[in-house]
């Protein structure tokens, strides 16, 4: 049974003239009582994609079902309550009341969804091993503690469906594993969760992983640890090799990573990323683009450190580029390259790839399109 249903759901928020596409026509499946995990750089979408699923924001076009609810189509009250007797949330930025003790905020979400009921909440308390703190206040508590009164709120209701965003992020090693069991606990009773996660340890103890880069989802349950990076040079050795006019066939691409070369480059055609094309490989429309992303961040990159930072030992400038070329975020991207005037090559020469925050003026001339046209 199907738990959760997105079919070419895509969130644009307002703002920054075209606004910023967080999500980009995803599909995606999850099913009853499975442990999904999400993961992807800062900034990708992780965030955005279980607030849709929480039906904490509204999609701007797709079909988004959840529990067998068509969210789309609930009215305010409808999603409120779809919200109270369906998910368990546990988000950071969900805090703790305050001036509530823990076993009182507890006590609130079981008012939101029926009855509040004193010992049932002191055993939600006891369950996630805080039996003795029940009568402190958030601030009282470490954020190992106040995590799991957050675990305790989440599952008081007995949810279908567990939503966790980085629910390990800032918590020590003992506490990381506290919470760790009780998501366990809950998957082990039936609970399908979604949780986003940095880390591939963690996300290791879901049942599946996907993986979201600029608000497009791939799944990579395959994946082992730096294979995904090994997938973000093959892309960007593709990339150079069309731009020389040299044959992008596997003995031009040298690249280290754990798996096999050929390997490597089987699961990225299972992946969609790339395609055979006669004895070698071209990039899929979505290698496409997450190629132009590795290449555009990586030229910004060689650009920031030489001219700006004025870095002038060539190795080095490779050496931080190649770094930054997987952990610059889509907003980190933008400002480097508005700062730089949107340039349109890098210190050798080769092309930068246009970002959404680069001017359209030269695209547009040679297409003669009035400005409203444009996209
Ligand atoms: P992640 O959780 O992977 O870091 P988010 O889902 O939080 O990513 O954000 C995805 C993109 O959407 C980012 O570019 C972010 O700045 C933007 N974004 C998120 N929330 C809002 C919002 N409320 N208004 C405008 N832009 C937003
Ligand atoms: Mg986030």
Not at 219 to 229: C, F, K, V
Not at 348 to 375: K, N, T, W
Request: charged fraction near 20%; aromatic fraction near 4%; include cysteine.
């Amino acid at each position: 049974m199907v738990a959760i249903d997105l079919q070419n759901v895509s969130k644009r928020y307002p703002g920054g003239g075209r606004g910023v596409l967080a999500l980009d026509s995803v599909a995606l499946s999850v099913e009853a009582g499975e442990w999904l995990a999400v993961m992807g750089p800062s900034g990708s979408g992780k965030t955005t994609l279980v607030h849709l699923v929480g039906g904490l924001e509204r999609p701007t076009s797709g079909s988004l079902i959840v529990a067998g609810a068509d969210l789309a189509a609930l009215s305010p009250r409808e999603l409120a309550r779809f919200r109270a007797e369906t998910i368990g949330f546990v988000f950071q930025q969900f805090h703790l009341v305050p001036y509530l003790t823990a076993l009182e905020n507890v006590m609130l979400a079981q008012y939101f969804h029926s009855l509040a009921d004193a010992a049932e909440a002191e055993a939600a308390l006891a369950a996630v091993g805080l039996a003795d703190r029940a009568r402190h206040l958030p601030a009282q508590l470490s954020g190992g503690e106040q995590q799991r009164v957050v675990l305790a709120r989440a599952l008081i209701n007995d949810p279908a469906i567990l939503l966790a965003d980085e629910p390990t992020g800032n918590l020590d090693e003992d506490n990381e594993l506290r919470v760790l069991e009780l998501l366990r606990r809950a998957h082990a009773a039936g609970k399908t969760i979604v949780m986003v996660t940095h880390d591939p340890t963690v996300a290791s103890l879901a049942d599946r992983r996907v993986q979201l880069h600029h608000g497009r989802i791939t799944d990579i349950s395959w994946l082992t640890a730096g294979q995904d990076e090994q997938w973000d040079e093959i892309l960007e050795q593709l990339w150079i090799l069309r731009e020389n006019h040299e044959p992008a066939i596997a003995e031009n691409i040298r690249v280290a990573g754990p798996l096999p070369l050929a390997n490597a480059l089987d699961s990225m055609r299972q992946a969609g990323l790339i395609a055979p094309n006669g004895l070698g490989w071209r990039l899929a429309p979505e290698g496409e683009r997450r190629a132009s992303d590795i290449i555009r961040r990586h030229r910004l990159a060689e650009l920031l450190f030489s001219d700006t930072l004025e870095l002038h030992d060539e190795a080095q400038v490779q050496a931080q580029a190649c770094k930054f070329e997987h952990i610059l975020s889509p907003e980190a991207t933008a400002r480097i390259c508005s700062f730089l005037g949107h340039p349109r090559a890098c210190p050798h020469g080769s092309p930068i790839p246009l970002g959404e925050c680069c001017p359209r003026e030269a695209a547009a001339v040679s297409r003669s399109a009035p400005a409203g046209e444009r996209d």
